[in-house]
């Protein structure tokens, strides 16, 4: 099984930036790729990027530009850096780990909110 622990929330100025991460822990080799998506109240969960572990991303378009998902294969860590936040970033944000022929994983997700 593969558990996933995000970090990094809080509450920021629109026009701060926060650094989300999320640790893998359990049988990590059987991940192919992790991202981060997020879920405003009254919203359906959304896309924010994707990474795989070659280092390949992939963003939602209305994000490109201020959001950066990255990986640290070696500690099992994708980090997300926020910047430019703005008060429609504010959602709960999870972490997600898609695995060779095994269901997704999910972490618990870490609130943001940005204050205007």
């Known amino acids: 099984q593969v558990q996933l622990a995000e970090s990094g929330g809080g509450l920021v100025q629109a026009g701060g930036s926060l650094r989300l991460s999320c640790v893998a822990s359990?049988?990590?080799?059987?991940?192919?790729?992790m991202g981060w998506y997020r879920q405003a109240p009254g919203n359906q969960r959304e896309l924010v990027a994707t990474?795989?572990?070659?280092?390949?991303?992939n963003y939602a378009d209305s994000l490109k530009g201020r959001f950066t998902i990255s990986r640290d294969n070696a500690k099992n860590t994708v980090y997300l850096q926020m910047n430019s936040l703005k008060p429609e970033d504010t959602a709960v944000y999870y972490c997600?780990?898609?695995?060779?022929?095994?269901?997704?994983?999910w972490g618990r997700g870490t609130q943001v909110t940005v204050s205007s």
């Open positions: 359990g049988r990590t080799g059987t991940v192919s790729r």
């Open positions: 990474i795989t572990s070659g280092g390949t991303t």
């Open positions: 997600n780990a898609v695995r060779f022929t095994l269901p997704d994983v």
